[in-house]
């Protein structure tokens, strides 16, 4: 879907602008948003790019850095944290060979922490892109990163 | 149809489908057509029972059993045990609070839920079916005030009822309604606010999964009592399958007619539309939500004007949480009066709790108002899972942290306010001794220092002051005066921060230094001594370079 496609999917109109960002994202391989995109779309909504970076900034969900194919979200909530998702985000930084905000060198995953995931009943929990996984141990999020490096592979 | 002697309601809900509902149900469908029982066994999707830990759960009506912990070997046992012979599959059953099965009888029904009233529906009904939520009295509530009332009536019972918000800060609802009814306006607005991002708080998002359309009642009746034709519902961007679930719902309740123009033919029209959020907890501020869903950057509001003179798009908007919203449509359908003779006098009716932490049953649980954390833990919790009670956190990471003083204390507004603490979100957070309290303060900074919008100077720079403290506090290296300048700028924020948020921290600490003063002050080392500051800014630029 082109930028002026999504637009006009939701309607041109500064109220929409969170829900074409997350559009526009949603589309690119790399889950990011790109300057070139935002200056396209800049156009089409008559707002400064200031204005839409600005705002696409202030959103966790939003990133402007190029991310990998899949994000890993581990939530890092109190919650979360008294079962242990400490030692899952050790486990899951030695599995990757990467830190928070990072992208691993194959383009695979991006590793970012998160607030409460609303899943608090299977502490500790992480979300990778739409699919949340709970209960987690350090053993169970490597067969997880496992299975999807073998089924991208 | 009529043959279906037998309903497998299986809950679909953010906990169950991480341990593999989807499959299971799919399972169940395939092994029931296998066996050619497809006109005798129905199987339905329906929301969330309330366990949160006990994987995939399936209730089974009308004989009102409760499979946990299913598998897929456990799926043909099941069928042909259960559905074929009639025999009780018992290696899976469920103990504890389960779903009695569903009598006719309305009253009969509330009675048997435990006076259930938010999530009477909710592991009963399936929620992508209008069908089934207007078989079970819905939408009768919206009918009532549409056909009988006018909108000052429909204030006054809500006023009459006592309902106070359920968000967090327990404003009486009838008087919210009652600021924006009478400002005139072209166009006025409600907005439900399902932006629930405190940390352990899932109320709302299993209220909308498990029984969407009580909140579109609730919103209609609202637009109906302050004269708003629109509509919105924030809902976090997590949150899919509530956004996939209330799209669905929102489409068949226009198809039915109980959205749209001229509602059971009367002059009022209303109609709902989706925001979605982009993860940023101080839009569950409803200034910052409004700014939000006008697409800018979520940064809360000064106020007055209040949402209900000056709100989204500059007009009067009432914004209400997702649980106050679902408890409007039984209280128009059963009355004022009758809600108020539910819990306490000072905050009638049942609220809706999440309980988590060490404990062997965490979930969802709606009590009602008035019961004592003591009753909360060995009751619905199933009891401690290891080790003894040690603290518990009071509504989500921007509640109170009590110590074991607190365990009797009946848990609503008032008797919390006068003992000094606020009931918060609806998150309970049970800790062992396991936890150490100062990392555990470290982590609930971490997140508000990473959660403040940067509006305000007080919270920008506060937050970074507080999780330092916290951090030196956790590592053992604080120094002597740390545990004072924590209190004193936790309550320099509370008075002087332009928003909750800033003024959330304030919480957690002070009443962590009320219960437990000697573990925070094992964190101090009192050799430590702090680096001199610069004075000045000469001082400033030479540390600089």
């Known amino acids: 879907m082109s930028i002026a496609e999504i637009v006009d ?51 966790t969900m939003f990133s402007l850095q190029p991310r ?80 999807m490096m073998r089924q991208s592979a | 149809m009529s043959r279906t002697r037998i309903f497998v309601l299986i809950a679909i809900d953010a906990n169950t489908v991480i341990a593999g509902a989807r499959e299971i149900k799919n399972c169940f469908s395939a092994e029931i057509g296998r066996l050619g029982l497809s006109d005798e ?122 309902l106070r918000g359920r968000g967090g800060a327990g404003f009486p609802t009838g008087l919210k309604w009652a600021f924006c009814a009478p400002v005139k306006a072209r166009e006025k607005y409600v907005i439900c606010n399902a932006d629930e991002g405190e940390p352990g708080t899932f109320k709302d998002r299993l209220i909308m999964e498990g029984d969407p359309h009580k909140v579109l009642e609730g919103m209609a009746i609202c637009g109906y009592a302050i004269g708003a034709a629109r509509g919105y519902i924030y809902i976090r961007g997590e949150y899919r ?61 000064l106020k007055p004007p209040f949402p209900a003179q000056v709100g989204f798009r500059g007009r009067p908007t009432n914004v209400n949480n997702v649980e106050t919203l679902a408890n409007v449509p039984v209280i128009m359908r059963r009355g004022g009066e009758w809600f108020r003779g539910l819990g306490t006098p000072g905050t009638p009716g049942t609220k809706v709790y999440t309980i988590l932490g060490h404990i062997r049953r965490p979930g969802l649980i709606e009590v009602p108002t008035g019961v004592t954390l003591r009753e909360i833990i060995n009751e619905y919790g199933g009891g401690m899972q290891a080790g003894s009670f040690h603290m518990a956190q009071l509504g989500g990471t921007a509640g109170d942290i009590l110590g074991a003083e607190m365990l009797d204390v009946p848990l609503d507004y008032d008797a919390l306010q006068k003992v000094g603490h606020v009931l918060g979100s609806g998150a309970i957070l049970i800790m062992n001794e396991t936890v150490n309290l100062r990392d555990f303060l470290h982590v609930c900074l971490r997140f508000f220092y990473h959660e403040s919008c940067g509006r305000c100077n007080p919270c920008r720079n506060g937050m970074r002051v507080l999780r330092d ?3 030196r506090l956790k590592d053992g290296c604080a120094y002597r005066d740390d545990p004072l300048l924590m209190q004193e700028v936790a309550l320099m924020l509370k008075s002087s921060a332009f928003c909750p948020l800033g003024q959330s921290p304030a919480a957690p600490i002070m009443s962590a230094w009320r219960y437990f003063r000697d573990e925070i002050m094992l964190g101090v080392d009192a050799q430590a001594v702090r680096p001199r500051q610069p004075r000045n800014r000469r001082e400033t630029l030479q540390a600089a370079v």
């Open chain 2, 469 to 471: 403290i916290t951090g």
């Open chain 2, 241 to 301: 399958l509530s956004i996939d679930r209330m799209q669905r719902a929102i489409e068949q309740a226009r198809k039915f007619g109980m959205l749209g123009r001229k509602l059971f033919g009367s002059d009022f029209n209303f109609n709902v539309e989706i925001r979605k959020g982009a993860g940023a907890y101080v839009c569950g501020e409803e200034t910052a939500l409004i700014e939000s869903m006008e697409g800018k950057r979520g940064l809360p509001r």
């Open chain 1, 9 to 59: 999917k939701h309607g041109n109109h500064r109220e929409n602008l969170l829900n074409i960002l997350h559009d526009i994202q949603d589309f690119t391989a790399d889950n990011s948003l790109h300057q070139n995109d935002l200056q396209q779309l800049s156009q089409i909504m008559c707002l400064p790019v200031s204005e839409i970076v600005g705002t696409a900034s202030f959103y």
């Open chain 1, 68 to 147: 990998g194919r899949h994000v890993i979200r581990l939530c890092e909530s109190p919650p979360c944290y008294i079962k242990g998702a400490d030692n899952i985000l050790r486990a899951l930084e030695q599995k990757l060979g990467v830190k928070v905000g990072q992208t691993t060198q194959d383009h695979m995953f991006t590793l970012e922490t998160t607030s409460c995931l609303g899943v608090c009943g299977v502490a500790p929990a992480m979300m990778i892109d739409e699919v949340v996984y709970g209960n987690l141990t350090e053993a169970k999020v490597k067969t997880i990163i496992d299975e």
């Open chain 2, 41 to 162: 066994v129905q199987v339905i999707e329906t929301g969330s029972f309330g366990p949160a830990d006990a994987g995939v759960l399936a209730a089974v009506q009308p004989d009102g059993l409760v499979y946990g912990n299913l598998t897929m070997d456990d799926v043909p046992r099941i069928v042909a045990e259960h559905f074929v012979k009639g025999r009780v599959y018992q290696r899976r059953l469920l103990e504890g609070e389960v779903p009695p099965p569903a009598p006719d009888d309305a009253d009969a029904r509330h009675t048997q839920r435990h006076g259930r009233i938010v999530l009477e529906n909710c592991g009963r009904i399936d929620p992508e079916r209008i069908e089934e939520y207007i078989a079970n009295d819905g939408y009768l509530g919206l009918g009532r005030v549409l056909t009988e009332m006018t909108p000052t009536q429909v204030i006054d019972e809500i006023k009459t009822s006592g």
